[in-house]
């Protein structure tokens, strides 16, 4: 049928068409039904929703559908209904175990990247691959599958380094300081991170803190080609985009499937034009990789990946049994890490894990002797360097350079836990920190979070302050609290564990 569009002014979070009840009828479509819409060379699929908010003769649709396609009000569209892809029945293949063909794989990415794909059956992909896995051949394919359903990034300032965390693990505001340590050592390092998947707050929430994250390619290549450094958001660009949209079922389900997280960060690197890559595995319990067993198995995964790939890929398998630093949740994070830049000081966790990947990267990159480079990279932010890498790169992404740690905006809805015995801390859940934060309202609400006051081995009396929850509102932060009594996220000992007599 053809149709006039109507541009509704909303924002769903779903690629939505509005179709009139009458006219459903006669074309016999029903809600969730998937339509193409068609006009020129420009196609665009969705899902029916019957509305009268649109008259007969009329499609609506919505800013989402505007921001693949700039389609105008009034201009005549064809509107076809479409069958189920035939990607769904690859989809079924794996959800029962099988191995997926090349082409199979490529069906299912190009159906996400052109929506042909909802999101319940993104979210059985998703589910499927957490399930049953995928084997390196599969995921050799979907990397690939997936950087080339985008676009690709040409940095004219090589060699050109990179670093990713695995995530998982609470408060990792790491790579905030990796990046401008490796810069200011005249390494380039175009470092494109996810928003928060599992945890309370990811690299690019933290960094949105106190500067923009979402440019366009040409705006990235001019920024990098002048200062070496940026750290944007890699949603916001068209590289590799099945990783975004896949990211958003995984972040509802708070779910990481390792094939699908291998393929995800890789192929973005791919992307990028990324020729060293560092891959950061935080491992302990509580996290994404519990042992350092299988942190070695995904390791050599990340290294074979790499190297289907043309690219030299090392591994840092880091102690990821507690946060990192003190705090937790994208501003308090933001304050954390723009102070430890500034002084060149900073919690233990925080300082050890940045110098020390900061460290290898600019071994990788020939600029340290083997050996030599954590102290390098410990130099570099002493000397204040690293912080005016800093600044460079918050001024060329539109923020405050000038901006000071205690200025930045944090919750004013407080709750203090104090120790209920005096003891010793053994034992941080990373799970729990991570779910209260995020019942506090972060990582959208920025302010929200956690500031703990101790870590693993110390010596607390009773009375004393554990750990405060912030959050914006009100009912956020009592959400937070219930949490937080029922988990018990710190666990306090005294030097007897336990008494066994009579056994
Ligand atoms: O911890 P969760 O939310 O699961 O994982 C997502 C985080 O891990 C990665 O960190 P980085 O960008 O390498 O610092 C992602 O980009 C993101 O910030
Ligand atoms: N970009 C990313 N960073 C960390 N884990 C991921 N899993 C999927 N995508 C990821």
Not at 175 to 189: D, E, F
Not at 421 to 429: A, Q, R, V
Request: charged share 25%; aromatic share 4%; with cysteine.
């Amino acid at each position: 049928m053809k149709a006039k569009i109507r541009i509704l002014d909303m924002y769903s979070g779903r690629y939505s068409v509005f179709i009139n009840e009458k006219e459903a009828k006669k074309a016999k479509l029903h809600p969730d039904d998937l339509v193409k819409i068609e006009a020129g060379k420009k196609t665009v699929y969705g899902s029916v929703v019957v509305s009268n908010l649109v008259k007969e003769g009329e499609i609506g649709i919505s800013r989402d559908i505007l921001g693949l396609h700039s389609f105008s009000e009034g201009e005549v569209v064809t509107v076809i209904p479409s069958g189920t892809p035939e990607s769904v029945r690859y989809i079924k293949k794996k959800m029962h175990g099988g191995k997926l063909r090349k082409v199979e794989i490529e069906a299912i990415v190009k159906d996400i990247v052109d929506r042909k794909l909802r999101d319940i059956e993104i979210s059985s992909f998703v589910t499927s691959l957490e399930i049953n896995g995928l084997d390196m051949d599969e995921i050799a394919a979907l990397t690939i599958a997936m950087a080339e359903t985008g676009d690709m990034l040409d940095i004219d300032r090589k060699p050109i380094m990179d670093v990713h965390s695995i995530g998982g693990v609470p408060g990792n505001k790491t790579n905030i300081l990796v990046v401008p340590i490796v810069a200011a050592a005249g390494l380039t390092i175009p470092k494109t991170s996810s928003r928060a998947i599992t945890s309370a707050a990811g690299t690019a929430d933290v960094v949105e803190v106190f500067a923009e994250v979402s440019f366009s390619l040409d705006e990235i290549k001019r920024i990098v080609e002048k200062i070496g450094a940026c750290m944007v958001w890699g949603g916001a660009l068209n590289l590799a985009p099945a990783d975004d949209i896949t990211i958003k079922s995984e972040r509802a389900l708070s779910i990481d499937p390792t094939g699908l997280m291998l393929a995800s960060i890789m192929s973005k690197k791919y992307a990028m034009g990324s020729q060293y890559v560092l891959i950061d595995i935080p491992t302990g319990k509580g996290v994404k990789v519990e042992t350092v067993e299988q942190a070695r198995a995904l390791a050599r995964d990340f290294i074979e990946l790499g190297r289907r790939l043309g690219q030299y890929v090392e591994v840092a398998i880091t102690y990821g049994g507690q946060p990192i630093g003190h705090t937790v949740g994208p501003a308090l994070e933001a304050r954390e890490a723009l102070s430890a830049l500034m002084t060149g000081k900073g919690p233990g966790s925080l300082i050890e894990k940045a110098t020390g990947l900061a460290g290898i990267l600019l071994e990788m990159g020939g600029v340290a002797p083997t050996g030599m480079g954590k102290k390098m990279a410990r130099e570099i932010l002493e000397s204040g360097k690293a912080y005016e890498k800093m600044r460079e790169i918050i001024e060329e992404q539109g923020g405050n350079p000038d901006i000071k740690p205690e200025e930045i905006p944090i919750g004013d809805k407080t709750y203090t836990f104090t120790a209920p015995i005096s003891g010793y801390i053994t034992g941080i859940d990373n799970k729990a920190i991570t779910g209260i934060a995020r019942a506090a309202g972060a990582p959208e609400d920025k302010g929200a979070g956690i500031e703990l006051y101790v870590k693993v081995g110390e010596k607390v009396k009773e009375g004393d302050p554990l750990f405060t929850i912030r959050a914006e509102s009100e009912a956020r932060l009592d959400q937070a609290i219930v949490l937080a009594r029922r988990t018990e996220p710190i666990r306090i000992e005294g030097m007897v564990l336990q008494r066994i007599g009579n056994i």
